[in-house]
């Protein structure tokens, strides 16, 4: 099993930047992949930014270019950084955590922590 807990969010205004950690334990094999999803309610989940081991990043559309996703793997955790926040950044944002052993594939998300951006 492995526990994701997540820290940051609340309400934020236009223009400021948003930080989100996102530190994973329990039985992690040595592979793998951490990343942010984020979901309205009635929208499906959309991907924010991942990041797998070595480094390699992906970043969603809406984000690009004014966000940051980096991982300690000594801590297994994960960090989010969005500049220039929009309110349409507002959501729930979702650490994840992937990896694969043997073809199966293993994923677990966080509870989610809150994002308003608001004035």
């Known amino acids: 099993q492995v526990n994701l807990v997540e820290s940051g969010g609340g309400l934020m205004q236009p223009g400021e930047s948003l930080r989100l950690s996102c530190v994973a334990s329990?039985?992690?094999?040595?592979?793998?992949?951490l990343g942010w999803y984020r979901q309205n309610p009635g929208n499906a989940r959309e991907l924010v930014a991942t990041?797998?081991?070595?480094?390699?990043?992906t970043y969603g559309d809406s984000v690009k270019g004014r966000c940051t996703i980096s991982r300690d793997d000594g801590e297994k955790s994960v960090d989010l950084q969005i500049n220039d926040l929009v309110p349409e950044d507002t959501a729930i944002y979702y650490c994840?955590?992937?990896?694969?052993?043997?073809?199966?594939?293993?994923?677990?998300w966080g509870r989610g922590t809150q994002v308003t951006i608001s004035s």
């Open positions: 994840h955590l992937g990896m694969r052993e043997r073809g199966v594939r293993y994923d677990y």
């Open positions: 329990g039985n992690i094999f040595d592979t793998y992949e």
């Open positions: 990041v797998i081991t070595g480094g390699t990043t």
